[in-house]
């Protein structure tokens, strides 16, 4: 007996180049006269009803990028587990998840317009989650996609923020991201909703007040008239990830790593780095990136050195993860998890292991730049310049650089250079800046 799933992906799939098909022919008959309007209007609805009818019985839409290179669309998701993923187009084949680069969904994620509560922790993931409590030294949090809820239990070591009410204008959110980032360690820190700041040892969250100890003594504040909490970094560590990890983005903006996957119908299940088990709809996700035993973001390795020149007098940090602003790195609306952001005119140059064969990314400058900033791209193997990028501006579309072998090469170096504009808003992101490892 032929699988249900099967039939209904191929039908749908194979329907929608039909479909196509059609549609020419019907709108040029419709034109001659030859088929009525209303008819036409009739057989659009139809066909669209038998199309969704098919695709929601066969699965979700998606498209996939390979470790080898090959890149995917327009493929039904039949199944995705720990070890591959399943897929239908005009045949089914089966993709180790160690093969996958990244997964993408035919939809995107919501940009965030103010008053959102997020839980920010220590190795980057973000979470849209309304803090309850924290006690014990344990943070309680509700975290609700679709109409799944998870009741979360985070140790707070791995909690380096909580914003219990992200701030509307795009500039403030901008500037809260840094603070968040960038405030010294040694205390505990709390932003109110009016721009002041206090300090201490944290001691208790519920659902009235925020309780810090000080030298004074406890103070206590009402919880709403904060913004967010700063845990004092040097008490914070990310929890380690051994091994093939998942990062999952979500339309409601969050993003979180797993170490385990398994899809049950409609539904995702995910096991964190803390053995928890966390479920969220499939129609929740918008993309998911694979990182492990093939792919290694470049992120995750130190640079062996970093050189700036400024322009003027400014000085500029490499930053991992997040744009030079340490926001989320951004390319015209489009939201980057993983990647550097650098500043011009910088370098950055990394040691190469034996296995490693090829570097991937996106770049461009960020969304912050709002349409400013000038520079020029260019990457160089043991010293020798191998790809340069014309200029780019603000306002110029994300640039994907080809595939680049770097097999053989000691040092990968990765440069930003002043363009006609200075240095003014030259905030340059290398946007999921990978190293594709050979097979093991």
Same mark, same amino acid.
């Given at each position: ?21 059609? !549609?020419?022919? #019907?709108?040029?008959?419709? @034109? ?14 139809? @066909? ?30 039949? =199944? ?38 997020? #839980?920010?922790? !220590? $190795? ?18 509700? @975290? ?15 909690? !380096? ?25 040694? =205390?505990?820190?709390? /932003?109110? +909703? ?6 201490? *040892? ?21 919880? %709403? ?16 990830? *051994? ?34 088990? /966390? ?5 929740? #996700? ?6 492990? $035993? ?21 000085? @500029? ?5 997040? $744009? #030079?602003?340490?926001?989320?790195? %951004? ?19 990394? +040691? ?89």
């Amino acid at each position: 007996m032929s699988d249900p799933t099967q039939t209904w992906a191929t039908w749908f799939v194979k329907g929608e180049t039909l479909f196509r098909f059609l !549609a020419v022919h #019907v709108a040029w008959l419709s @034109w001659a006269g030859v088929i009525p309007a209303p008819a036409v209007f009739v057989l659009t609805l139809l @066909w669209f009803g038998c199309l969704g009818a098919a695709q929601a019985m066969a699965g979700e839409v998606v498209s996939v990028i390979e470790a080898t290179g090959a890149s995917s669309s327009r493929l039904m998701l039949v =199944d995705w587990t720990n070890e591959r993923l399943t897929l239908e187009g005009d045949s089914r084949r089966e993709v180790p998840l160690d093969e996958v680069v990244s997964l993408h969904f035919d939809r995107k994620a919501a940009t965030f317009s103010g008053g959102e509560s997020l #839980v920010l922790l !220590a $190795n980057g993931d973000r979470l849209v989650a309304h803090s309850k409590a924290i006690a014990d030294d344990v943070l309680s949090a509700a @975290w609700k996609t679709g109409a799944v809820q998870n009741d979360l239990k985070l140790p707070l070591e791995t909690v !380096a923020a909580v914003v219990f009410d992200l701030p509307a204008a795009k500039a403030d959110r901008q500037r809260l991201f840094a603070d968040l980032q960038t405030l010294p360690p040694g =205390d505990d820190i709390v /932003l109110l +909703a009016n721009g002041d700041r206090t300090q201490g *040892e944290f001691e208790q969250l519920d659902g009235a007040f925020v309780t810090l100890k000080q030298a004074t003594g406890p103070l206590k504040l009402d919880r %709403s008239r904060v913004r967010a909490i700063r845990f004092n970094p040097a008490l914070t560590s990310a929890a380690k990830t *051994e091994g093939r990890r998942s990062v999952i983005a979500l339309v409601n903006g969050s993003r979180f790593t797993v170490t385990g996957v398994e899809l049950k119908e409609s539904e995702l299940k995910l096991t964190t780095s803390s053995k928890q088990v /966390l479920a969220l709809p499939l129609a929740a #996700v918008v993309s998911c990136h694979v990182y492990g $035993n093939r792919v290694v973001s470049l992120a995750d390795r130190e640079p062996v050195e970093i050189a700036f020149t400024p322009y003027l007098a400014a000085r @500029w940090p490499l930053v991992k993860n997040a $744009n #030079v602003l340490h926001g989320p790195l %951004s390319l015209r609306g489009t939201e980057y998890g993983a990647g550097l952001g650098m500043h011009s005119r910088m370098s950055a140059t990394y +040691a190469l292991m034996p296995h490693d064969s090829e570097f991937r990314a996106t770049v461009g400058i960020d969304d912050t730049a709002n349409g400013a900033g000038s520079v020029r791209f260019a990457i160089e193997l043991d010293g020798k310049p191998v790809w340069t990028s014309a200029e780019i501006t603000g306002r110029s579309v994300p640039l994907v650089i080809p595939p680049l072998a770097v097999r053989g090469a000691k040092r990968l170096t990765l440069l930003v250079d002043f363009g006609q504009h200075a240095d003014v808003a030259d905030y340059a992101n290398w946007c999921e800046a990978v190293l594709i490892a050979d097979p093991k």
